[in-house]
């Protein structure tokens, strides 16, 4: 775990696209070359009450490429694929494939699937889920592990920049 506070600027919000989105925003099919880079610069949004928000917060993933990312071997890696930056020198998983935009969003999902320990207050690089992935859309109700959140403002009120 790094230790974000001495990295931390807080700004107003600005309309520009962070990296992700950007990276969202490419064709869909086309393969994604340099999507994240470890050196951009990556922003955390946050609501009003200062709790996190997973931006962007809907995604229209096919269930038939969720489980065509599940069961690829090796799997891909989160961290390498989504954040470039996976600091295992041993990590088993796969580094080496060009993802689509739809693979990119789809691997995004299924790591926003796993709920971030630190929840509405995490303010690290990460690629975990802060809210639900499906939002108010969600299916699973209370057996969501998610639930509690799926009634948070969404709505971006302060972006904070980590370096
Ligand atoms: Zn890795
Ligand atoms: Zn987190
Ligand atoms: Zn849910």
Redesign the pocket.
């Known amino acids: 775990m790094r230790n974000p506070s001495s990295k931390l600027w807080r700004t107003k919000v600005d309309l520009g696209l962070s990296t992700t989105d950007a990276a969202i925003n490419h064709p869909l099919d086309a393969p994604l070359t340099k999507t994240v880079s470890h050196e951009a610069t990556y922003y955390i949004s946050q609501n009003a009450k200062g709790q996190r928000i997973d931006v962007p917060n809907s995604f229209n993933v096919h269930p038939a490429l969720l489980n065509e990312l599940r069961n690829r071997n090796p799997r891909l890696c989160n961290y390498h694929h989504l954040l470039r930056d996976c600091n295992d020198r041993f990590c088993p998983y796969d580094h080496n494939s060009t993802l689509t935009a739809r693979e990119f969003e789809a691997l995004t999902y299924l790591s926003r699937s796993q709920r971030c320990p630190q929840g509405s207050a995490c303010v690290e690089r990460c690629i975990k889920g802060h809210m ?1 992935p ?1 939002g108010r859309n ?1 299916r ?1 109700g209370t057996a ?1 592990r ?2 509690d959140l ?1 009634d948070i403002d969404t709505a971006v009120a302060t972006k904070i920049m980590v370096s």
Do not use: F
């Open positions: 639900c499906s969600c699973h969501c998610h639930a799926h």
